[in-house]
């Protein structure tokens, strides 16, 4: 998927889930016993709060880069940014709302943000699980990484990071004398030599889409 569309679902379902938080916080704040209309008359008295915290994360999910995908997958870094993003968020929130001299239950207003906090990681777990699922990997692209040694492993762990690219790394080619390098250590992947001739076959039977060329140096310039 394009990184760009990636980033900006996110940002859209991060949206709407402030407005469904922003609506449910409130009921949390006062109880859900009032009819139907008061509370919706209450409801859109937060309106302007809605936009400023809209126009907010739209700007901290930029500079922070909350998207939380192009660092890699990970989780506790993922909680660590949300976290961070949802603090500042409320911050200016309070600073403004006490500047403006207007008053705005600052109950409502954690409620806001403790709901924030869980749609925002819960989005971005939903979206990895989403790309981890088995409609998904079976539309997966196929690749061969073509080398050895560690850049090889650092790129199929980074693919791995980044469901998001759509790449299924299915194994590895590499010239026979790397080969039989790698098979002398205990942590290289295991391998199968094979004819020159034979990698066309080798790779129908695996399906393989695309193959990644990765170089053990790089010459001087």
């Given at each position: 998927?394009?990184?760009?569309?990636?980033?900006?679902?996110?940002l859209?379902?991060?949206?709407?889930w402030?407005?469904?938080?922003?609506?449910?916080?409130?009921?949390?704040?006062?109880g859900?016993?009032?009819?139907?209309?008061?509370?919706?008359?209450?409801?859109s008295?937060?309106g302007?709060e809605?936009?400023?915290?809209?126009?907010?994360?739209?700007?901290?999910?930029?500079?922070?880069?909350?998207?939380?995908?192009?660092?890699?997958?990970n989780?506790?870094?993922?909680?660590s940014?949300?976290?961070?993003?949802?603090?500042?968020?409320?911050?200016?929130?309070?600073?403004?709302?006490?500047?403006?001299?207007?008053?705005?239950?600052?109950?409502?207003?954690?409620?806001?943000?403790?709901?924030?906090?869980?749609?925002?990681?819960?989005?971005?777990?939903?979206?990895?699980?989403?790309?981890k699922?088995?409609?998904?990997?079976?539309?997966?692209?196929?690749?061969?990484i073509?080398?050895?040694?560690?850049?090889?492993?650092?790129?199929?762990?980074?693919?791995?990071?980044?469901?998001e690219?759509?790449?299924?790394?299915?194994?590895?080619?590499?010239?026979?004398?790397?080969?039989?390098?790698?098979?002398?250590?205990?942590?290289?992947?295991?391998?199968?030599?094979?004819?020159?001739?034979?990698?066309?076959?080798?790779?129908?039977?695996y399906?393989?889409?695309?193959?990644?060329?990765?170089?053990t140096?790089?010459?001087?310039?």
């Amino acid at each position: 998927m394009n990184a760009s569309r990636l980033r900006r679902r996110i940002l859209i379902a991060d949206l709407a889930w402030a407005a469904v938080a922003l609506a449910a916080a409130y009921p949390l704040r006062y109880g859900i016993n009032e009819p139907v209309h008061p509370l919706w008359r209450h409801l859109s008295a937060f309106g302007v709060e809605y936009a400023a915290a809209a126009v907010l994360w739209i700007v901290l999910h930029d500079q922070l880069k909350l998207d939380s995908f192009r660092g890699g997958w990970n989780l506790p870094a993922i909680v660590s940014r949300i976290s961070l993003g949802v603090m500042s968020l409320m911050a200016i929130l309070l600073s403004a709302a006490y500047l403006a001299t207007d008053y705005v239950s600052r109950l409502v207003l954690a409620y806001f943000g403790i709901l924030l906090f869980v749609g925002f990681v819960s989005i971005r777990c939903a979206a990895r699980l989403a790309f981890k699922s088995k409609l998904v990997m079976d539309g997966r692209r196929r690749v061969v990484i073509v080398g050895t040694g560690r850049t090889a492993r650092e790129l199929a762990a980074k693919i791995e990071w980044h469901p998001e690219v759509l790449w299924n790394v299915v194994g590895y080619l590499s010239p026979f004398d790397a080969y039989m390098e790698g098979s002398e250590r205990t942590d290289a992947p295991a391998g199968l030599p094979v004819q020159t001739v034979g990698i066309v076959d080798l790779l129908k039977t695996y399906n393989v889409n695309e193959m990644i060329l990765v170089g053990t140096s790089c010459p001087p310039r």
